[in-house]
């Protein structure tokens, strides 16, 4: 009985845990309820963010847009200004990049009881001024403001000179990356754009390869409006004209065409600028150069087909000769064209002697440039055909050979020149010494000392550089140096003949050679009297009375005619 007694006991037991254990599961089922209940919203609401990203993405990665204008017709569906700052907000977030780039900045403000929105960026502003303007608009009322709001903003309270208003949104963008500020009123189809740029720039210093020894020491910078504003003080013409255009898809670099309307031939401008515009890449990142090879070709021609200038001086003795000048922004440098082999080869320095001084100093160079390219293939030529040298002449040649081939001392020679300037480009200042130390003693003499080397190698290789580097266009002297180097192994391999041919070769490349339909060997070829005697002799101001006539020039005199020869013409 008692067994009995302890199994009902047990019975009961077991059904008072059940009855106890009851609400306990029931919790838990809650729980897992609300829980499956919390996770299939969370993932409702994960799916419907999905479907609303997914939209959007598959819109940036179909876009294909080629410029800015495409890029807001994309977006935008049309080029209008929109109407509304959150609109306005939208669009530029998605084709400028606000809100992700630290230095556009968007301040939305209100004026006058109008809701209004800066967009700039801030590198190229300046504040100071762009606060002025602000402080002004801030002590606006509704009272001040008429029915068209950009006139009174434009007209009455924004004191600046540059304002405009802007029609289209790509344009307008434009000229924000440029650097200039934009206002965007709430309602308004159009925007308030206003010039407070300001580059970062340093100010004109000497140029480091056209310097003189008595002359103007400002010289181009990195900035467009710096370097047109040097030119125009030497030119007070009202005929100098500035046309600004932008080339590139992405970089939009500003290129300026400069030229003296009733001088310069206008057929050669329009030419030039139609040119300018068919160029179609994303970009001129290294400014003009690229530009250069853009619209003149040339291909694997080594010799320049236009002249660079970074002096505002000589820049301006050639748009009163009837040349056009390109102007692009980033760069300190200018292109003249079209240009010459002989315009190549004069400097600033001979117009700033006398002219008897100014000639000798001319032929000096001419005579540097020539034995840059002919003096060693010449001396090669001697050697290995000693029969050919003069009488006069007996004393050059090697006196005794070298270990090494004399065709591989000169290509070792002009290797070693060639490293040693490149290295001198990267090398600082205060070690330029040391490494001109190293190249001449611990190379050259060890190297002559040696046997290595023969004398007379190293000192016409040292002879030829000079002359390279006499070369006032650095450009031409790099071009010399590449014909020097096919006319030794020209020599080296056909003797007499080979220098023959590829003088010849020389000659007819440099003939065949056209910088905008002008001859390159101008007035060599075609010859012309005049022109050769003011290629070799620095004539004075006023015996200069015409411009070179490859030019086809509108106007071709530089000093007017008298009186009385009027008459009599």
Not at 8 to 25: L, V
Not at 378 to 388: D, K, N, T, Y
Not at 533 to 541: D, E, M, Q, S, Y
Not at 553 to 560: E, G, I, K
């Amino acid at each position: 009985m008692d067994s009995d007694w302890d199994e009902d006991n047990d019975e009961e037991d077991d059904e008072d845990d059940d009855e106890s254990d009851e609400p306990e599961r029931e919790r838990e089922r809650e729980r897992e309820r609300e829980s499956q209940g919390l996770s299939s919203k969370k993932l409702k609401k994960t799916k419907e963010s999905k479907k609303a990203v997914e939209p959007l993405q598959m819109k940036y990665n179909n876009e294909q847009s080629d410029s800015l204008k495409e890029s807001i017709m994309y977006w935008q569906g049309n080029n209008e200004i929109p109407t509304t700052l959150e609109g306005t907000k939208k669009i530029l977030t998605e084709v400028m990049g606000l809100g992700s780039s630290f230095d556009i900045a968007f301040r939305e403000m209100s004026f006058g009881g109008r809701e209004a929105a800066l967009v700039c960026v801030t590198g190229f502003t300046n504040d100071a001024i762009l606060d002025q303007i602000l402080k002004r608009l801030t002590y606006l009322t509704p009272q001040d403001i008429n029915t068209d709001v950009l006139a009174s903003f434009i007209g009455e309270y924004i004191p600046h000179l540059q304002v405009e208003k802007g029609k289209l949104l790509s344009d307008s963008v434009n000229k924000i990356l440029k650097g200039m500020s934009a206002i965007f009123v709430e309602g308004e189809s159009q925007v308030i754009l206003m010039d407070v740029r300001s580059y970062p720039m340093r100010s004109p210093s000497e140029p480091t390869i056209e310097r003189v020894v008595r002359g103007a020491r400002d010289g181009f910078t990195e900035t467009l409006l710096s370097n047109v504003s040097l030119v125009r003080r030497r030119i007070r013409d009202p005929g100098l004209k500035y046309e600004l255009h932008a080339v590139g898809r992405r970089t939009r670099t500003d290129v300026c065409v400069a030229y003296i309307d009733d001088i310069a031939d206008i057929v050669q401008v329009k030419a030039v600028i139609d040119k300018i515009k068919t160029v179609n890449i994303d970009g001129i990142p290294l400014a003009d150069k690229q530009l250069e090879e853009a619209i003149m070709g040339g291909g694997w021609n080594p010799y320049p087909l236009v002249r660079y200038s970074e002096r505002p001086d000589i820049v301006a003795s050639h748009l009163l000769e009837g040349r056009v000048v390109l102007f692009v922004d980033t760069s300190p440098s200018v292109m003249v064209l079209p240009t010459t082999f002989f315009d190549l080869c004069q400097h600033a320095e001979e117009n700033r002697q006398t002219p008897f001084i100014g000639s000798y100093l001319r032929w000096v160079r001419f005579i540097g440039i020539f034995s840059s390219m002919f003096l060693l293939p010449l001396w090669m030529l001697l050697v290995l055909h000693p029969e050919l040298k003069p009488a006069a002449l007996e004393f050059i040649g090697p006196q005794k050979m070298a270990r090494i081939p004399l065709l591989a001392q000169f290509l070792f020679v002009e290797f070693g020149v060639d490293l040693l300037r490149m290295a001198a480009v990267h090398t600082p200042t205060p070690l330029g010494s040391a490494m001109g130390l190293i190249a001449a003693v611990l190379i050259g003499d060890i190297a002559v000392q040696t046997g290595l080397f023969v004398n007379e190698v190293v000192l016409y290789m040292a002879v030829a550089a000079i002359g390279m580097f006499a070369t006032p266009s650095y450009e031409l002297g790099l071009a010399n140096r590449i014909v020097r180097l096919v006319l030794l192994l020209a020599v080296s391999a056909f003797q007499v003949p080979g220098f023959v041919i590829g003088s010849t070769l020389l000659v007819i490349l440099l003939t065949l050679n056209r910088s905008y339909n002008s001859s390159y060997l101008w007035p060599f070829i075609p010859f012309n009297a005049k022109g050769m005697g003011a290629i070799l002799l620095r004539k004075p101001v006023l015996s200069s009375k015409l411009r070179p006539s490859f030019n086809k020039t509108t106007d071709n005199t530089r000093v007017p005619q008298s009186k009385s020869n009027r008459r009599q013409s």
